[in-house]
């Protein structure tokens, strides 16, 4: 599992920690599973707030991996109770965010299986594309799927992907069940530059 701590929150691109050598963030509609994901790839209950609110978290929080490595948890979009000066506030930390941040290594989706490649999700991948950085999709709550569905989204979407011409990777992730957990972790080593661990040493200190 990683290793992660709080370690900032952050609500203005002026205010992003200098320290940084590489970022993954991670984004998703709101309900998607996100805060659940991170929580369960840091091996920690509250990591991230899972809220029943949907639009709660409203900055970019960011959690420390390793010396300089960073998972970041952006807003999730879609909402429908903020007020709309507050929505353009976010959308505005987040196109700054994703478009201009040189340590963002990757962009980790989250999508409900149930429901994935939303009007929202497009638009983001679209948003993004400028960036040249590489996507990996978390088809969130795999486990709400028998197998033979499941892996039919998972098809699709990788399909769909491709055929949009995005540099991305698709795999199936439940938190419940913790399916999925061991290639997002290795993703993550990867973009971040953590080695995985040694048995023997334990978590590299940072």
Known sequence: MLNASFHITVASIRDLPADSLAEVAFAGRSNAGKSSAINTLCNHKRLAFVSKMPGR????????????????????????????????????????????????????????????LTELDRSLLDWFRPAGKPVHVLLSKSDKLSRGPSLQVLRQVRQELA???????????????????????????????????NPAQGERAG
């Open 163 to 197: 055929d949009l011409g995005l540099d991305a990777t698709v795999q199936l992730f439940s938190s419940l069940k913790r399916d999925g957990v061991d290639e997002a972790e290795g993703r993550l080593r990867d973009w971040l530059g953590v080695p995985k661990k």
């Open 57 to 116: 978290t409203q900055h970019l929080n960011f959690f420390r991996v390793d010396e300089g490595r960073f998972l970041v948890d952006l807003p999730g979009y879609g909402f429908a109770r903020a007020p709309k000066d507050q929505k353009h506030t976010w959308q505005s930390l987040i196109g700054g965010y994703l478009a201009d941040r040189p340590q963002l290594a990757g962009l980790v989706l989250i999508m409900d299986c149930r429901h994935p």
